[in-house]
C-alpha cells in the first residue's frame, strides 16, 4: 500500500517508470473566453458547485453568476496551488483531482496533515479576514482549480443573500468536520482513528450490502501522519483488523467485510 512517489517542495520524484512533472511545468488558464463552453462542461461545473454548497440545487441565475467570476486554471502534478505565506484574496477549491494540505517538513519533504479530492474547499476562510493561507496545498495528482475573487463574491452575496447563507453552511460544515477530525485525533485510540478515516471513505459494493471497499490514493506513511501515529502503528492496526475479520487488503483496496463492525470500532466500542 506503500506508494512509491514522495512529494518534495513542490516536486514529484517518482521510482515507476515514466517522467514526473516538476513545479515548473506551465499552469494554463482556462477562463479565457477563447471557445463556448461544451455542455457535457457546463453541468461538470454544476455538479462540483452543488456538491460544495449542498442542497438544493442552485438556480441556473446563481449557478452563472458564479461562473461568470470564477478563475479556473489546471495546475500540474507537483506543483504548489498555493502557499502557507501566500496572501489570500480569493476562496479556493479544487473542481477535479487531489490535493495534498500540508507544509514542508525539515529536509524538504512534504508533510500531510490533510488530503482533498474534489471537488472540495481548499481555503474559503481566510479570505475574508484578509489573512495568508494557513497551509500549502500540493497537487498530488494534475487538478483543475477554481478561484473565486473575495472583492467580486462579497459585491454577489449582497445581491444574494441566499447564496450568503449557502456560503455560510458549506464554511460551517467544513469547521464542524475539522472539530471531529481534531477530537478524534486528541482523545481515540490508534484503532478508532483508522477506523473512522475509512468509514469516511468507504463506498458500498451493492445496494443493501453490510460490505464496502476503500480505494487506497495515498502513501501508508501519509495516512499514518494525518492520524498521528506512525506507520509501524497504522501497520499493526491493519493486521489487527484484519484478523479480527473487520476488513482485507490487497494492494490499494481496503474490502470491509462488515461496515457496521467497523463503525464500532471507529467509535471505540
Given at each position: 500500500?506503500?506508494?512509491?512517489?514522495?512529494?518534495?517542495?513542490?516536486?514529484?520524484?517518482?521510482?515507476?517508470?515514466?517522467?514526473?512533472?516538476?513545479?515548473?511545468?506551465?499552469?494554463?488558464?482556462?477562463?479565457?473566453?477563447?471557445?463556448?463552453?461544451?455542455?457535457?462542461?457546463?453541468?461538470?461545473?454544476?455538479?462540483?458547485?452543488?456538491?460544495?454548497?449542498?442542497?438544493?440545487?442552485?438556480?441556473?441565475?446563481?449557478?452563472?453568476?458564479?461562473?461568470?467570476?470564477?478563475?479556473?486554471?489546471?495546475?500540474?502534478?507537483?506543483?504548489?496551488?498555493?502557499?502557507?505565506?501566500?496572501?489570500?484574496?480569493?476562496?479556493?477549491?479544487?473542481?477535479?483531482?487531489?490535493?495534498?494540505?500540508?507544509?514542508?517538513?525539515?529536509?524538504?519533504?512534504?508533510?500531510?496533515?490533510?488530503?482533498?479530492?474534489?471537488?472540495?474547499?481548499?481555503d474559503q476562510s481566510a479570505a475574508?479576514?484578509?489573512?495568508?493561507?494557513?497551509?500549502?496545498?500540493?497537487?498530488?495528482?494534475?487538478?483543475?482549480?477554481?478561484?473565486?475573487?473575495?472583492?467580486?463574491?462579497?459585491?454577489?452575496?449582497?445581491?444574494?443573500?441566499?447564496?450568503?447563507?449557502?456560503?455560510?453552511?458549506?464554511?460551517?460544515?467544513?469547521?464542524q468536520s475539522l472539530a471531529v477530525?481534531?477530537?478524534?485525533?486528541?482523545?481515540?485510540?490508534?484503532?478508532?482513528?483508522?477506523?473512522?478515516?475509512?468509514?469516511?471513505?468507504?463506498?458500498?459494493?451493492?445496494?443493501?450490502?453490510?460490505?464496502?471497499?476503500?480505494?487506497?490514493?495515498?502513501?501508508?506513511?501519509?495516512?499514518?501522519?494525518?492520524?498521528?501515529?506512525?506507520?509501524?502503528?497504522?501497520?499493526?492496526?491493519?493486521?489487527?483488523?484484519?484478523?479480527?475479520?473487520?476488513?482485507?487488503?490487497?494492494?490499494?483496496?481496503?474490502?470491509?467485510?462488515?461496515?457496521?463492525?467497523?463503525?464500532?470500532?471507529?467509535?471505540?466500542?
Amino acid at each position: 500500500m506503500d506508494h512509491s512517489t514522495e512529494i518534495r517542495s513542490g516536486t514529484v520524484f517518482a521510482d515507476r517508470p515514466g517522467r514526473a512533472t516538476g513545479a515548473r511545468s506551465r499552469v494554463v488558464d482556462l477562463s479565457a473566453p477563447t471557445r463556448a463552453q461544451p455542455a457535457s462542461e457546463t453541468l461538470q461545473e454544476a455538479r462540483a458547485w452543488n456538491a460544495l454548497l449542498g442542497e438544493p440545487p442552485l438556480s441556473t441565475a446563481e449557478l452563472a453568476a458564479l461562473t461568470a467570476m470564477a478563475r479556473t486554471r489546471v495546475v500540474p502534478r507537483g506543483a504548489h496551488v498555493f502557499r502557507h505565506d501566500e496572501p489570500a484574496r480569493s476562496l479556493v477549491f479544487v473542481r477535479e483531482g487531489d490535493v495534498a494540505l500540508g507544509y514542508v517538513a525539515e529536509g524538504g519533504s512534504f508533510h500531510v496533515e490533510r488530503p482533498v479530492r474534489g471537488p472540495g474547499w481548499l481555503d474559503q476562510s481566510a479570505a475574508w479576514i484578509n489573512g495568508e493561507h494557513a497551509v500549502d496545498a500540493l497537487a498530488a495528482t494534475p487538478l483543475v482549480v477554481v478561484e473565486l475573487p473575495r472583492d467580486e463574491l462579497r459585491a454577489l452575496l449582497d445581491r444574494c443573500p441566499e447564496l450568503a447563507r449557502r456560503l455560510i453552511a458549506s464554511l460551517a460544515r467544513e469547521v464542524q468536520s475539522l472539530a471531529v477530525n481534531t477530537h478524534s485525533l486528541m482523545h481515540k485510540a490508534a484503532p478508532a482513528r483508522f477506523a473512522q478515516w475509512l468509514v469516511e471513505r468507504c463506498q458500498p459494493q451493492a445496494e443493501g450490502e453490510r460490505a464496502g471497499v476503500v480505494r487506497i490514493g495515498e502513501r501508508k506513511r501519509d495516512i499514518a501522519s494525518q492520524l498521528a501515529i506512525t506507520p509501524e502503528t497504522l501497520s499493526r492496526v491493519m493486521r489487527s483488523l484484519t484478523r479480527q475479520g473487520v476488513i482485507s487488503v490487497a494492494g490499494y483496496t481496503v474490502q470491509v467485510a462488515d461496515v457496521e463492525a467497523l463503525k464500532r470500532v471507529a467509535e471505540g466500542a
